[in-house]
């Protein structure tokens, strides 16, 4: 697979193919590859805990249930803006009510929106779980080179023929995660992620993201006379 169509075809899947397991071999490859990543002075200061079977339906169990109580947790950093402006809060209602919408799920069906979301705490039925933490006394360098690194897991997801959703919605429940996971408590919960085969045949799968074009982020200097 091209580097740009890895990119370009990466999108979240919330809907895994439960017949089609992954081996620990294949998640080692990705994890290597993806160990390539930069970091300032190479410090590589991303932690990976994957999950599945028995772990993975322990983590699935408490956080769901926690969420269907109406448990609303907390998370250790704010992952969204505190303040919601534009653009950015006219994007992501896009993104929630695109998603909503090719479910069939009304604005007003409240109980249908909360099931949708606790999709995420059953890893979306992929029959891998990962997480990624961070040590607690690393600087926000070290949370993009986490993001780098999280990006290169996905992509080399791709190159196995795998699909991923990342996931901050574990983090709010960070405190039962990090418990679960027996993790130290000098490390800090960045996010979740669903791995594994894509259900082809779900429609949920079909939900497509847009993209703001380039001109709209970009400034070339010097500029162009006839800009």
């Not at 769901?64 to 950015?88: A, C, I, K, Q, T």
């Not at 993009?144 to 699909?163: H, N, P, Y």
Request: aromatic residues 12%.
């Amino acid at each position: 697979m091209h580097v740009n169509e890895a990119i370009v075809g990466r999108q979240s899947i919330r809907a895994f193919d439960t017949s089609r397991d992954v081996s620990n071999d294949i998640i080692k490859n990705i994890l290597g590859v993806a160990g390539r990543s930069p970091s300032g002075s190479n410090i590589q200061p991303w932690k990976v805990w994957v999950v599945r079977d028995e772990a993975k339906e322990a983590i699935s169990k408490a956080c769901y249930d926690r969420h269907m109580s109406g448990d609303l947790g907390e998370r250790e950093y704010n992952y969204y803006p505190v303040n919601w402006r534009e653009p950015y809060i006219n994007r992501r209602r896009a993104t929630g009510w695109g998603l909503y919408g090719i479910l069939g799920i009304k604005r007003e069906d409240k109980a249908e929106m909360q099931l949708q979301h606790g999709r995420n705490y059953a890893f979306f039925d992929a029959p891998v779980g990962i997480f990624f933490t961070i040590d607690r006394d690393m600087e926000l360098g070290s949370w993009i080179d986490c993001g780098m690194f999280i990006q290169s897991v996905m992509l080399a997801a791709r190159g196995e023929g795998l699909e991923t959703c990342s996931q901050a919605a574990f983090c709010n429940y960070y405190d039962t995660v990090m418990q679960l996971l027996e993790a130290p408590e000098d490390q800090m919960l960045i996010c979740g992620m669903s791995l594994g085969y894509a259900a082809s045949e779900s429609v949920v799968n079909t939900f497509r993201t847009e993209r703001e074009p380039v001109s709209s982020y970009t400034t070339f200097l010097p500029k162009a006379s006839d800009e």
